[in-house]
């Protein structure tokens, strides 16, 4: 589910694992996530305790797409199991994460006052 | 004259379930139609197993005309069934008014063909059986299919299998691998090569996916190893030449609707003069080094996922090892991934049965860590390829 916060930051809000059977409906959501408008954009991961490997890779080809359009997409809500698989795969050294989405948005926040 | 079929069905409200709004006449033609234009063969028997009717299609799959009316089934027989078969089939039609399963028959021509079979039951009113009706579908051919495409995924994992690097035991070197592949042609393969007189290259890769696409993606990288190995060594540069391989690989092919494939991989360069590791990691699970007293490191460093992005800054790291005394230890995701998701305590696991298996030479110590491993994990299936590497230090 796509919302906008602050006026101009699109958060989605994926709400279950990723997985084989929803592989296809994340990739839509997240391409329509990369067409809105807003340079700002968060995808919430609250309720994903696993996300196989066609999963990370939609995420790091989203994350390098909207960098390419001059956007930034950042991920919050990040599960312990999450977690530890994004550390394995190095997903920090090209992405920002944050435990709450209040942060990230915090983040955007800041800087667009810069 | 007879009515047109969509006049009856309009008119009557032929599929009303109204008892009174019935129309017997149009059903017995849809039935009639049915029987006589569906490719299922059907033959009908009375309760004394004597056939009473053949729809064409029967005809078209066994060869055999009206000439079969009056006779009993067992002329179909191949003989490739005991009479326990068939004495089941038929409690089973008994019990539960129904059989399904493959049977082998034989054509009018005498050829022998492998059909799909539902047989029914068919009762009146009073429960009282009035027929036996077979539905049958020739699978032979299918069957024939299914069978090469196996005999093709053995031929393949026999060929993932050759390519894995054999062991090497020298008074400061000894490596081997196990590699157990899963129901489906997985991505894992590993590989060791002699640079020089006193370094060896170490690599794991792990293609995400399973299917014959990614066999072959393995199969394809594999290919390229001993030479970026041999002519890079470094592991920065080794991962990033393989990172272009791979980020390159059907990346212009959107029309063919590929998907984009990543591997994950370790590689390790050991010296055996100075004792000491260069390692990088591209997303894989950390390796180990596991000492003599029980300690073990972590080594994780490194970059992401080969073919995720387009260029890499590959971290390396540099160890230092105890002489015959170390362990390195790589492995693939198959010994960590379970339901639970946990894959740190998973992690710690693997760990322990390590420590608590090195006293064993280091292939039985595989054996009995993979084993062990794969008893704690509780995995319903083998879901992944399971791939291990010890190098004795």
Known sequence: MLKTVNGSIQVLEWKENITLKNIELFRQEMNNILTQDSQHLILNLAETSYINSAGLGIIAE???QAKRNKKELVLSNIEESINEIFSIVKFSSFMKLFDLEAEAIEYFKASQHD | MTKKLDDIIIEHQFFSSDEAEKNIEGRLLVADRLFQNMLEGVFITNTKGVIQ??????????????????????????GKHDATFYRSMWESIEQNGKWMGEVWNKKEDGELFLQQTTITKIKDDYDQPLYYAAV???????????????????LAKEVQ????????QTDSFHIDGIYLPSEFLGGD???WYQIDSHRYGVIMLDVMGHGVASALVCMSVRSLLRGIINTYVEPGLVLKELNDHVYSLFRDKESLQMKNYYLTCVYAVVDTNKHSIQFASAGHPPAFL???????????????????????????????YDYRNTWMVFYTDGLIENEDNQIRKNIEGLKNN?????????????????????LELNTL?????????????
Not at chain 2, 381 to 393: G, I, P
């Open chain 1, 62 to 64: 989203s994350v390098v």
């Open chain 2, 53 to 78: 009717f053949i729809n064409p299609a029967f005809s078209m799959i066994t060869g055999y005309g009206e000439e079969v009316i009056g006779q009993n089934p067992s002329i179909f027989q191949s």
């Open chain 2, 136 to 154: 049958i579908t020739d699978i032979t051919e299918r069957k024939k299919a299914e069978q090469r495409l196996k005999d093709d995924l053995l």
């Open chain 2, 161 to 168: 299998k050759s390519a894995l690097s054999h062991p090497i």
């Open chain 2, 189 to 191: 393969t590993y590989a």
């Open chain 2, 290 to 320: 596991i000492s003599n007293n029980g300690m073990v490191r972590e080594l994780a460093d490194g970059t992401v996922p080969l073919g995720m992005l387009k260029n890499i800054e590959v971290e390396t790291g540099n160890y230092t």
């Open chain 2, 354 to 374: 390590l420590l608590k298996y090195r006293s064993s030479s280091i292939s039985e110590m595989m054996i009995h860590v993979v084993d062990q491993q794969l």
């Open chain 2, 381 to 393: 299936a083998f879901y992944d390829d399971v791939t291990m590497v010890v190098a004795k230090l």
